[in-house]
């Protein structure tokens, strides 16, 4: 291998020929040699890819590659200074401090005055501050590197505007089903043996991999050394070898977020067996509970409102039980509340009406409220004509006055208006008879 294509000199170990004949993790020896052997990016490194298009014009430009852990980024980069004749140095955010960022660019610059440019992989580079992350833009800028950054972060989240202008971000898939099974496929192929599984317990190893690689082929390599020979394992048997891996979850990142955003939507569409499908990917991931229960109760007010009432009562109620209870019967409240809002009739009608009377509120100024509904305690305030003029509603026929209440200097408003949906339709039709009323009390 060229020194182009290493991140340094060669160790002693590997000088001296031991290396090819070290124990290798499976997913080391089955890293792809050209870019043609990776699976699964096909929209990247297809024929009409992203990258093969810049391979094919020899011209890489600085990189962020987001995607789930295994998906192939640093394999990729690796390849891809390969194919530029590009050096290929490897950082990682988490061990490398200013003084060692330094050092890299300095070899990267007497690199580039001999004529070698210098292809800058930096594994988990949304863990660098924003200072560190400054220090990448002048090297960027004058091509002493071109700089490729992973991270399974949301870039827009994790990393600075002057970073993300000058870096285009390309999106890493998670292994769908069929790529996983190439992998394992490859596997059988350079171990000579095939998985001692039968069809079903095949088709589980793969969903368990969750789109991760490397993680099937360790799961591989963890079965092989468990089999005895001659034996099968089924689902029931792999489930114990395999200890079922975590989902991909991080409570503070994208997988929060997205699981989040999910289950909302699937409750205001009116979907209940979506909804409990991310309910229960987000508690078997380890979300806690409570703060589902809170969400929920965002969904009973915001997406549901009047047209059920009751969506907030039982909401509230679902937290109670949990608080009450703890896991794991409480959980079995929190589905509940979510099966009942994702069938409650829907409104937003009151959550409008807020937004727009807060915009009114502010817009408006301070305005006085029209005299006769003001109390008038002192002599003072009676003189000055407060109270005067009030119609106490309950002594009104049908307890309604049709009395003026927004300022005098600011002309009536409509916030609310609900649909004919729900509860919000008896509604609808008391205020459309009081609008009926007012209008024949007051003339206007």
Not at 152 to 178: G, K, Q
Not at 276 to 304: F, K, N, S, T
Request: neutral net charge.
């Amino acid at each position: 291998m060229t020194p182009r294509a290493q991140a340094g000199s060669p160790t002693l170990f590997a000088a001296a020929g031991l290396e090819r004949d070290a124990p290798r993790p499976l997913a080391d020896r089955l890293r792809p040699r050209t870019l043609a052997e990776v699976v699964g990016q096909e929209h990247l490194l297809g024929e009409d890819g992203t990258l093969t298009r810049m391979v094919a014009a020899r011209a890489l430009g600085s990189m962020v590659f987001w995607g789930p852990p295994g998906t192939g980024k640093t394999t990729v980069a690796r390849l891809l200074a390969q194919a530029t004749d590009l050096y290929f140095q490897q950082i990682s955010a988490i061990f490398t401090g200013v003084a060692e960022l330094k050092k890299t660019f300095d070899a990267a610059r007497r690199r580039r005055e001999v004529g070698q440019g210098t292809l800058l992989f930096v594994d988990e580079i949304h863990r660098f501050n924003r200072a560190q992350q400054d220090s990448f833009l002048p090297v960027m800028e004058d091509g002493t590197i071109v700089l490729i950054g992973a991270t399974t972060e949301n870039p827009s989240f994790e990393l600075n505007a002057p970073l993300l202008s000058r870096a285009r971000v390309l999106v890493f898939r998670r292994l769908d089903e069929a790529a996983i099974a190439s992998l394992l496929a490859r596997a059988e192929r350079i171990e000579a043996r095939p998985l001692p599984l039968d069809e079903a317990a095949r088709a589980a190893l793969i969903r368990m991999s969750d789109g991760d690689g490397r993680a099937a082929l360790t799961l591989a390599e963890e079965i092989w050394r468990a089999a005895r020979a001659g034996e099968r394992f089924g689902v029931e048997q792999l489930q114990q070898v395999a200890q079922r891996r975590a989902p991909i979850y991080d409570k503070a990142q994208d997988g929060h977020y997205n699981l989040i955003s999910a289950l909302h939507k699937s409750v205001r569409g009116s979907d209940p067996d979506a909804a409990l499908y991310y309910l229960c990917r987000m508690l078997d991931a380890g979300e806690p509970p409570l703060y589902i229960a809170r969400r929920v109760v965002r969904m009973a007010i915001e997406d549901i409102g009047l047209a059920d009432p009751q969506a907030l009562v039982i909401a509230n109620a679902a937290k109670d039980a949990y608080d009450f209870l703890g896991s794991p019967e409480g959980e079995l409240a929190i589905a509940q509340a979510v099966v009942y809002c994702a069938t409650a009739p829907k409104s937003n009608a009151a959550y409008a009406a807020f937004g727009a009377a807060m915009r009114s509120a502010r817009e408006s100024g301070s305005l006085l409220p029209p005299k006769h509904i003001l109390n008038a305690p002192t002599r003072l305030m009676r003189e000055e004509g407060y109270g005067r003029g009030y119609a106490y509603d309950h002594d009104e026929e049908e307890a309604f006055s049709g009395q003026n209440y927004f300022p005098d200097a600011l002309p009536r408003q409509k916030f609310y208006d609900p649909p004919e949906r729900g509860f919000e339709r008896e509604i609808r039709r008391r205020l459309e008879y009081w609008a009926k009323l007012r209008h024949e009390r007051s003339g206007t």
